[in-house]
């Protein structure tokens, strides 16, 4: 006996879906199953998953030489996405199903040991890459295929098991998609917690922080606070996504695609709409943060919060090299992962918010409590945040303390999330409307020469930004991020452009409280 097929499948490296195609050749000889096309372990071990769903299914095992070979074959293949593929090249090499029809599928899934299908990871970006392909049809776990069918112009058919699968190829029966209550649990195993987002109008007080928060929603700007502990630094960064816009389409197709190679959640049939929101604990290691690994690129949390918000609370507690990792993406938007085995570049354009307290203590000399630190500690504790990464750090506030008034009667004039959003919409419409000839959408993704060479400061305006660049109290880069401040501070106002008062806003907020700014 002796046959040989072929059919396609997808490999995922980092946010990017490659079609691979599978071949299997089924011959006399020698019994034996190799794999070649540089393929890790677990595609190594698929043989074992096959044969098992095989037997289970009541299929016959090709044999007794069996050989799979995957192309190209410099690119890494990884992980038991390619089971099913590599099942039904083997099918189709021993002539149980038709080698015509699978020839022209993609087709992804991990089998069980009893042939059922195992849902997967990354099946957005296989979507869009199979559909990149020109493919006539696209099979994946029924898990998965709400997920799938999220791209439009491709013809997508879920199957639960391998016998599925063979009964889809032959025609003998209609394609599986009904939905059971065990696949939605699959496919949703957790609740959405930024489906919760709490009311800025529960924050007591902070008018200053209120009015910073505000204006880095609307240009998309980094923002750093600092306080006593329990003073609301938290609270307030936990309100910033509920002031942020939903996602447009291409946005929220990147954000569901990093979030299925990640295996976070992604709602049952729709796009991510909401910017996500990432907190990191203070002992997250640099690989954590950024993602990679030796043998897989994985997923960091920087990518994770891509088009969305990036908050490092107690940030001088994070390790050095975890904070001087953040100053290529923010500068960029990507971070790029170098190994041996691969070379990636991960999406990560979000907004950093840090909240720390003045000191190790807690306590500034002018808080409410003594102080027991020296200068020294002081002075060590802030420069964990180093000069280059604060730099880069748009606005800047020190919160004080509420009083008993602020607490007890503060909410009935604070403004809910609702109402600061809406000012955050607006003064981002304005700024979608200057910028709509260019391929930037917010004040903060302009680069500062396009900034300087489009939308120039008028006369007065500039002199107080060359003043301050002149005093030496700002560099050429904190320059261009006031310039971006003062279009955003426009922009709420309702003005055209930038006036002196709006750079002069936008200065302070950069100068924060001169007890700890960098």
């Given at each position: ?5 072929r ?78 593929a590599?099942?039904?090249?083997l099918l ?97 195993p ?7 987002i ?49 996602l ?33 604990h ?131 004039c ?29 004040n ?38 006031v ?36």
């Amino acid at each position: 006996m002796s046959g040989i097929s072929r059919t396609r499948a997808v490999v995922l490296l980092g946010v990017d879906g490659c079609v691979v195609d599978v071949e299997a050749h089924v011959s006399n000889g020698v019994s034996g199953f190799s794999v070649v096309g540089m393929a890790d372990k677990l595609v190594g071990e698929a043989r074992d998953r096959c044969r098992s769903a095989f037997l289970t299914s009541g299929l016959q095992w090709p044999g007794p030489k069996t050989t799979i070979g995957l192309s190209p074959a410099e690119l890494p293949k990884r992980g038991p996405i390619l089971d099913l593929a590599i099942a039904a090249a083997l099918l189709a090499a021993s002539g149980q199903i038709p080698r015509e029809i699978v020839a022209e599928w993609v087709i992804i899934g991990e089998l069980s040991l009893d042939g059922r299908l195992r849902p997967a990871r990354g099946v957005l970006v296989a979507a869009l890459a199979a559909r990149a392909s020109g493919a006539r049809r696209l099979i994946v776990p029924t898990a998965n295929l709400l997920e799938a069918q999220l791209v439009s112009d491709l013809d997508v058919v879920g199957v639960r098991t391998l016998a599925g699968l063979v009964a889809c190829a032959r025609g003998d029966a209609p394609p599986e998609v009904e939905l059971s209550d065990d696949d939605l649990m699959a496919a949703d195993p957790v609740a959405d917690p930024r489906s919760l987002i709490p009311d800025l109008g529960d924050v007591r007080g902070q008018a200053e922080a209120r009015v910073a928060l505000e204006i880095a929603a609307a240009g998309g700007h980094h923002l750093a606070m600092v306080g006593e502990p329990g003073i609301g630094k938290t609270l307030l960064a936990a309100r910033m996504p509920g002031l942020l816009p939903p996602l447009d389409e291409n946005s929220s197709v990147e954000v569901t695609s990093i979030h299925s190679v990640a295996g976070r959640f992604i709602p049952p049939g729709e796009l991510i709409t909401t910017p996500p929101f990432e907190s990191p604990h203070h002992t997250a290691t640099y690989a954590a943060m950024v993602g990679g690994g030796s043998n897989f690129p994985r997923i960091g949390m920087v990518s994770l919060a891509h088009r969305g918000v990036l908050f490092l609370d107690e940030a001088p507690e994070f390790r050095p090299a975890t904070l001087e990792v953040l100053r290529q993406p923010l500068e960029s938007g990507v971070i790029v992962i170098n190994r041996a085995g691969f070379h990636v570049r991960l999406p990560a354009r979000f907004q950093l918010l840090l909240a720390m307290n003045p000191c190790p203590c807690g306590y500034s000399e002018a808080g409410t409590r003594p102080c027991t630190c020296t200068s020294q500690q002081r002075r060590t504790y802030l420069a964990k945040v180093s000069g280059p990464l604060m730099d880069r750090i748009d606005v800047r506030v020190a919160l004080n303390r509420p009083t008993l008034a602020d607490l007890q009667f503060g909410g009935a004039c604070a403004e809910s999330t609702a109402v600061v959003a809406a000012r955050v919409f607006a003064a981002r419409e304005r700024a979608a409307e200057r910028l709509v000839q260019t391929p930037w959408l917010i004040n903060n993704d302009v680069p500062g020469p396009d900034l300087r060479r489009l939308f120039p400061l008028p006369q007065s305006a500039a002199d107080a930004l060359n003043n301050a660049l002149m005093r030496g109290q700002l560099s050429p880069r904190g320059a261009d991020r006031v310039a971006r401040v003062s279009w955003t501070v426009a922009d709420l106002a309702g003005h055209d452009r930038p006036t002196r008062s709006d750079v002069l806003a936008a200065l302070a907020h950069r100068d924060g409280s001169s007890s700890w700014a960098a």
